[in-house]
């Protein structure tokens, strides 16, 4: 046959999207039935669609894509559903921005004119996200792709709904809830994030109004006072008996407030008197249940106070009436003292505006029946989480779980399905728009003006994109899911409630398997963000590297339960390694000039050994695979191609290539080329593109490599004689390699000398010159290990585990002149031991040590502390020789 010429350069935009276009002109990513093998099936965390994918997508895109792969190849019939968020008040506060600037004002358009202005922006980013998706090589079924505004997600929104509110599980009242007053809305408390800022904490005097003095209590918010009802006090603190059933003056009012005696208040913190502001914190809305006492809402939905307060404050925001309330309760007296704080304040997720509890009129679910059935479903083992450390966060958020907020003051979204009737004051919930009030019969009725929360639609993505309500085929043959791949910082968000979504609605769990990866961090372990500028695209690194280098990449990174720390440099790892794979096959292919491949060729010794190493590799391949330790999968496939397939059997091979006669040469390039498309296929959910590339050029091969079958783990192909014997023989070599490069003599043919066990001898004395070739030998000897035998004269000597090895010191090995090197070297290693033993015995390093920086010292001073012994043998044996 011809030579097969592959690029001389690995040129991954030369062939990555034409692989891409190849697959699905081929429909490769739709699942093909199989007989007696059950399908496996993921749905995409849908992105949203406010913008272009960041890293972390990457991420999750590469992981997913991954096990796709994986099972495909395993023959089973394999689904990947993609799809997109219509993300409510992200997607809002994009298109409102982009309004204002155009010097629009969004709020005149009315609600049709903006739904149509974000269905435009929707489409564009939808556009981009679907092509940056395609770049990744996700291999995802576009045939089924979903949007969560689409006709048949938001038929399953409202079925659910409606299905909520019949069962009494969800209802409308006037709560305390998350106000974000720049986006207009209400919040539930998994969109609320917490951080500590800085803070103050004001002391202030409440005059009680029969002029006996005052009540002294400290807050974080004084502009809040003006809507205080009451202070309270705990029932048994004896510094407050006498005034329980009394009342104080509202400071810069001129209303009288009382005081009210309640458990809730803890004595031991301040003073032990607390203001009580119902309609503005969540725990003063429950004291004031308790004592009746009356609500007075202060701000208005944008976030200024209201007609509530005194006309002074009216109009004022909340960051502009603080230092206007604390100027005039010091110009008037009641302000005693400030004291410097850091505290927790909650900001809204998308936006970052710091949250105020509001008083509002809002939609909600009652969780605690559907948490039960999660947190059931979860201890009968139906839900498994990787890595299990997730599973305490999520029996204790169900355990501890609120009802769910899922009204929300946009245009973008879901509008809610229930009308309301102003003749008889009921509400209408229904599946098809009434034209009639349900309850009396009037025709004048209007629909709720708010939309849902995005998380009421994608916590139903994993069966609403199969069809339901409807029972479609899809949902017959592909739901339940297998598993679930994404991030741990959606575990409340998201996580959580598709389980309970689909206990209550379909009577199984979405998913059994949960893998909750890490986030993506730089070097420094900081979150990746705009603001720090640390934030890498995953396009512009798949364009500079190749999508094969960065999946491999984010793989071989992303350890169970860790945070994937990245900068640019590190995905040269995925880089090298792609160069590597390409170098190796375009070496064996551009050698099979007036080749024949054979039908069933001999194995030899290192043939033997290499198909051991493969089986090997597809078992720990394999078993990372199904546990999600997609580290541990990378780091087995890199070191079986890179160390054991081209650095040992690759080469091995030239000794053949190189001297063997033609039938010879037919052998070795037979069975070369039967290893790397065995190899190609053991690397292709990690390396995609390159290995379809290369496979597709193979002489051997037929088909998409896509489609091919993943090698099987098989114990009968187990040769641990033939793994013992060549571990020997590698064991030799590294030690005749290490001293060559320790006597920088890269190119020199040695002389040898290898006294071996008398069980190894025959192995050795039968690849003699495959030893030779591997370890750039001009002569090797070999003789049976005894007691007793002295080193020959004119050597130094070199020990593995089963033999003894000698190099002769020849004219060009002068002894004097080895001697001065290697005593120069070990006083180097000696000063860098004594370095790494003072820093090892430092408590304060030890304690300060970033996580895995002590053991790595650790092995760097092992390390060198075996390089220092084999130094002193080597100058041992010249002085014997110099005496």
């Known amino acids: 046959m011809k030579a097969i010429e592959l690029e001389k350069a690995y040129n991954p935009k030369g062939f990555e999207d034409r692989i891409y276009t190849l697959w699905k002109e081929a429909e490769a990513f739709k699942p093909k039935t199989a007989k007696g093998k059950p399908p496996y099936v993921i749905v995409i965390p849908p992105p949203n669609v406010t913008g272009v994918l960041h890293l972390g997508h990457g991420l999750n895109i590469s992981l997913q894509d991954l096990v796709i792969r994986f099972h495909r190849m395993r023959g089973e019939p394999t689904l990947w559903v993609p799809g997109t968020d219509h993300a409510g008040i992200a997607t809002q506060n994009v298109v409102e921005k982009r309004l204002k600037a155009q010097g629009k004002n969004p709020r005149a358009m009315g609600r049709e004119q903006f739904s149509a202005e974000t269905w435009k922006v929707k489409e564009e980013h939808h556009r981009i996200i679907s092509q940056q998706i395609a770049r990744l090589g996700a291999s995802v079924d576009w045939s089924r792709e979903r949007f969560t505004l689409d006709e048949g997600l938001s038929a399953a929104v409202r079925e659910v709904f409606v299905t909520l509110y019949e069962k009494n599980l969800l209802y409308k009242g006037n709560y305390l809830v998350n106000w974000c007053s720049s986006c207009g809305t209400a919040l539930s408390d998994d969109e609320v994030e917490h951080e500590e800022i800085p803070g103050a904490l004001y002391h202030l005097r409440y005059p009680r109004t029969d002029g006996t003095g005052f009540i002294e209590l400290a807050t974080t918010r004084p502009e809040t006072l003006l809507g205080d009802t009451a202070v309270a006090v705990h029932p048994e603190d004896p510094r407050y008996l006498d005034l329980i059933g009394r009342e104080v003056f509202l400071p810069l009012t001129d209303r009288k407030i009382p005081v009210v005696a309640d458990a809730y208040v803890d004595r031991t913190f301040g003073t032990g008197a607390v203001k009580i502001t119902p309609a503005h914190d969540p725990n003063d809305w429950e004291v004031a249940k308790r004592h009746n006492l009356p609500i007075i809402k202060i701000l208005t939905p944008e976030g200024t106070l209201n007609a509530e307060v005194p006309k002074k404050y009216q109009g004022l925001t909340v960051q502009a009436a603080r230092p206007a309330v604390l100027a005039d309760l010091k110009e008037q007296g009641f302000f005693i003292k400030e004291e410097k704080i850091s505290h927790g304040v909650g900001h809204c997720y998308r936006c970052r505006t710091v949250i105020e509890p509001y008083l509002s009129e809002q939609w909600f679910v009652r969780m605690k029946p559907l948490a039960e059935k999660a947190l059931a479903a979860w201890r009968a083992g139906e839900v498994v989480f990787y890595p299990r450390k997730w599973e305490n966060t999520y029996r204790n958020w169900l355990e501890h779980i609120r009802d769910w907020c899922i009204s929300r003051q946009l245009w973008w979204g879901h509008r809610i399905p229930a009308w309301q009737c102003p003749d008889c004051g009921k509400v209408t919930v229904a599946r098809e728009d009434p034209v009639q009030c349900a309850a009396c019969g009037s025709k004048n009725i209007e629909q709720d003006p708010d939309v849902l929360d995005t998380w009421f639609s994608s916590w139903l993505w994993p069966f609403s994109t199969l069809g339901w309500p409807r029972q479609t085929k899809d949902l017959a043959e592909y739901y339940p899911t297998s598993a679930l791949v994404t991030a741990y910082d959606i575990i409340f968000f998201w996580v959580s409630r598709m389980i309970m979504a689909g206990l209550e ?185 390159i290995t379809e590339e290369i496979y597709g050029k193979l002489p051997n091969t037929e088909g998409l490599l896509i489609t091919a079958s993943y090698p099987e783990y098989d114990p009968e192909k187990e040769d641990p004689e033939i793994e013992q014997h060549f571990c020997f023989l590698q064991e030799l070599v590294r030690q005749v390699r290490a001293f060559r490069g320790e006597c920088m003599l890269p190119d020199k043919p040695l002389h040898v000398l290898a006294r071996v066990k008398e069980t190894e001898i025959r192995f050795l004395k039968e690849n003699i010159e495959l030893v030779k070739l591997l370890g750039n030998l001009r002569e090797l000897d070999v003789e049976v290990q005894t007691e007793g035998q002295s080193r020959p004269v004119g050597s130094i000597g070199l020990a593995g585990p089963g033999f003894d090895a000698f190099v002769y010191l020849e004219e060009s090995l002068d002894p004097g002149t080895l001697r001065q090197k290697f005593a120069k070297e070990l006083a180097k290693d000696r000063r860098f031991i004594d370095t790494l033993r003072a820093k090892l015995g430092n408590p304060q390093f030890l304690q300060n040590a970033p996580p895995g920086l002590a053991e790595n010292e650790k092995r760097k001073l092992d390390d060198a502390g075996q390089r220092a012994a084999k130094l002193e043998s080597y100058i041992r044996d010249l002085e014997k020789e110099s005496l």
């Open 505 to 689: 609605f379909t009577g199984q769990s979405p998913f059994r398997e949960v893998y909750l990866h890490g986030l993506m961090r730089d070097k420094q372990g900081r979150k990746m963000s705009k603001t720090l500028g640390n934030g890498l695209d995953p396009l512009e690194l798949a364009d500079e590297f190749g999508a094969d280098a960065l999946k491999f990449t984010l793989a071989f990174l992303c350890a169970q339960g860790q945070d994937v720390l990245m900068d640019r440099e590190a995905v040269k790892l995925g880089s090298r390694f792609a160069n590597k794979i390409w170098n190796a096959s375009r070496y064996i292919l551009m050698n099979l000039e007036n080749r024949t491949l054979l039908a069933n060729p001999e194995l030899r010794p290192a043939d033997q050994w290499m198909y051991s190493r493969l089986n090997a590799a597809a078992k720990g391949m394999t078993e990372a695979f199904l546990s999600y330790r997609y580290n541990d999968a990378a780091a087995k496939g890199y070191e079986y191609f890179w160390n054991d397939f081209c650095d040992w059997y690759v080469e091995a091979t030239k000794l053949s290539m190189k001297t063997g006669n033609a039938s010879e040469k037919d052998r070795t390039a037979t069975v070369l080329l039967n290893v790397l498309a065995e190899s190609l296929k053991l690397l292709h959910p990690l390396l995609p593109f």
